[in-house]
């Protein structure tokens, strides 16, 4: 069974066209990566940006991940607001 250590995912929300997502998700991850908790990479599939993570840590727990995912979407807060008031 083949297994990997790399996530690509991507956040979403009603009211955005497809280059407002993708701009959500870079400044998204800009922002993450100003905190300075984390670190992630994006990188881009047939035009659409997703957010990419890999966990190489043999240490890494349920709670670092939760941990990233409530922090993500903390930021992605403000940056939706944003969005959808330009929209």
């Given at each position: 069974v083949p297994?990997?250590?790399?996530?690509?995912?991507r956040l979403?929300?009603?009211g955005l066209d497809a280059?407002?997502?993708?701009?959500?998700?870079?400044?998204?991850?800009t922002a993450l990566v100003r905190?300075?908790?984390f670190y992630i990479v994006q990188t881009k599939l047939?035009?659409?940006?997703?957010?990419?993570?890999?966990v190489m840590n043999p240490k890494?727990?349920?709670?670092?991940?939760?941990?990233l995912l409530k922090q993500l979407k903390e930021l992605s807060k403000p940056i939706?607001?944003?969005l959808l008031v330009t929209h």
């Amino acid at each position: 069974v083949p297994q990997t250590n790399i996530v690509c995912f991507r956040l979403l929300a009603d009211g955005l066209d497809a280059a407002q997502l993708n701009s959500l998700n870079e400044q998204l991850r800009t922002a993450l990566v100003r905190h300075g908790d984390f670190y992630i990479v994006q990188t881009k599939l047939k035009g659409v940006h997703f957010l990419r993570v890999t966990v190489m840590n043999p240490k890494t727990t349920h709670e670092h991940i939760t941990a990233l995912l409530k922090q993500l979407k903390e930021l992605s807060k403000p940056i939706l607001n944003s969005l959808l008031v330009t929209h």
